[in-house]
């Protein structure tokens, strides 16, 4: 086994597709809110999308345990950063929608949704939902911090080391 399964290859793009997403809708929420006119449908399909970014690693930790993974490339250090890098990034997938449930839980923004009333919206998150909000925020950090290692060892790897490495991710099979 010299690649990811299809599978995985699939879920592997279309996990960073639905982040990209997430991540200018969640923005735009923030900055609406601050600015006005913000509307209860753009939280729900925040919600929505960062929800089905839960449910895709769900699936994928499924789909690597049945399928397995092609063994390391690189010199053993790298290789052990490398796998820490990815195993932080898994704990963020589910850590990251995990806080953004419990901010919508914790607010009144579940309230707002569910009537879509957008004077239900908080205009500031404070008491309980300060919480999960300022860890919704940090993991989004975090999760940029991570994905900008991990695409730099994945460039290194393809220009540097040139040892096809981003052809593991690809759908088009070696053999
Ligand atoms: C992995 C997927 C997700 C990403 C990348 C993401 C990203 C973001 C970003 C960038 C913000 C703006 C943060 C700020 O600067 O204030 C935000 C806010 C928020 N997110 Fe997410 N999020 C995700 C999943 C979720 C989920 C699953 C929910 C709820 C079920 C959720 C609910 C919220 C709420 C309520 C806000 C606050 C918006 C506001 O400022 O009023 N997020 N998210
Ligand atoms: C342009 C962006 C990206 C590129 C070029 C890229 C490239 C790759 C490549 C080539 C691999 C295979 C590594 C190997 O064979 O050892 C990989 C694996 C992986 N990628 Fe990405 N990736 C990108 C974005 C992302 C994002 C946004 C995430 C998640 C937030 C992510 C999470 C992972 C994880 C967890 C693995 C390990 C798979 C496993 O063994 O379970 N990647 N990526």
Known sequence: MNQYSKRMVIVHWLT???????YFLGDSL?????????TTLAYLVHSLVGAAVLLLVALRLNFRRVDGT??????????????????????????LPV?????VLSSGVGKAVLSGDASLLPAKYTGVSSLPHNVHELLVSVLML??????LGALKHQFLMKDGLIAR???KRNS
Do not use: C, K, Q, W
Request: aromatic fraction near 4%; hydrophobic fraction near 60%.
């Open 16 to 22: 960073l597709a639905l982040l990209v997403i997430a």
């Open 30 to 38: 923030d900055e609406a809110r601050h600015e006005g006119g913000v």
């Open 70 to 95: 092609p063994p390391p490339l690189g010199d053993a250090l790298m290789d052990r950063v490398a796998i820490g890098v990815h195993y932080l990034l898994y704990v963020v997938l589910v850590m």
């Open 99 to 103: 806080s953004g449930v419990a901010l």
């Open 146 to 151: 991570l994905v900008a290692l991990h695409v």
């Open 169 to 171: 991710m690809s759908l």
